[in-house]
T-cell receptor, first 113, second 114 residues
């Protein structure tokens, strides 16, 4: 099946700094990617839909100025957590769509100290 | 409103036995798709099985089968001959209409006992 990568897999940063997470579709082009956040022992919560060449569509309650999404090419979407705080610590997972099938990345564990 | 409900936060099953994980959903769209994913402790999301709303037969993939009861809006996952490696979180998910968005249920933690 199709492969989606995420980088980094783990990141620890200090409160107030910004963190960028990359999501790449390795062997296919994806016009649409999704970003999810998962807190411990909870489900995946959809944050936003990332569309190549246009602005991301954010779910209700997700701050677009805090979670900046850029879908610069058909194989790359980035999520930047601006001025991260400890409550932003979570597992961030992206997925990429190919012909209605959704393929997930391995996730990025963000810890903000 | 909760679109996907999984009423079993945690389940235990004896190795080699079958187990059913419950999932009910809510949608007014006649076209939708239902998914089950497995998430081991490593965090990766592993696709298990898919059922389309217009599919006439219940989906099966190896030891996984989906008990699709459209009128009841339920899509239970049946795992036959449980293995120790089946211990993980299991998420039921749904996609509505032509929308690519997939919404997840709260999940069920399955533990397989030797």
């Amino acid at each position: 099946g199709a492969v989606v990568s995420q980088h980094p897999s783990r990141v620890i940063c200090k409160s107030g700094t910004s963190v960028k997470i990359e999501c790449r579709s390795l062997d296919f082009q994806a016009t649409t990617m999704f970003w999810y956040r998962q807190f411990p022992k909870q489900s995946l919560m959809l944050m936003a839909t990332s569309n190549e060449g246009s602005k991301a569509t954010y779910e209700q309650g997700v701050e677009k100025d805090k979670f900046l999404i850029n879908h610069a090419s058909l194989t790359l979407s980035t999520l930047t957590v601006a001025s991260a705080h400890p409550e932003d610590s979570s597992f961030y997972i992206c997925s990429a769509v190919q012909t209605y099938e959704q393929y997930f990345g391995p996730g990025t564990r963000l810890t903000v100290t | 409103a909760q679109k996907i409900t999984q009423t079993q936060p945690g389940m235990f099953v004896q190795e080699k036995e079958a187990v059913t994980l419950d999932c009910t959903y809510d949608t007014s769209d006649p076209s939708y798709g239902l998914f089950w994913y497995k998430q081991p402790s490593s965090g990766e999301m592993i696709f298990l099985i898919y059922q389309g709303s217009y599919d006439q037969q219940n989906a099966t993939e190896g030891r996984y089968s989906l008990n699709f009861q459209k009128a009841r809006k339920s899509a239970n996952l049946v795992i036959s001959a449980s293995q120790l490696g089946d211990s993980a979180m299991y998420f039921c998910a749904m996609r509505e209409g032509n929308n690519d968005k997939v919404i997840f249920g709260p999940g069920t933690s399955l533990s397989v006992i030797p």
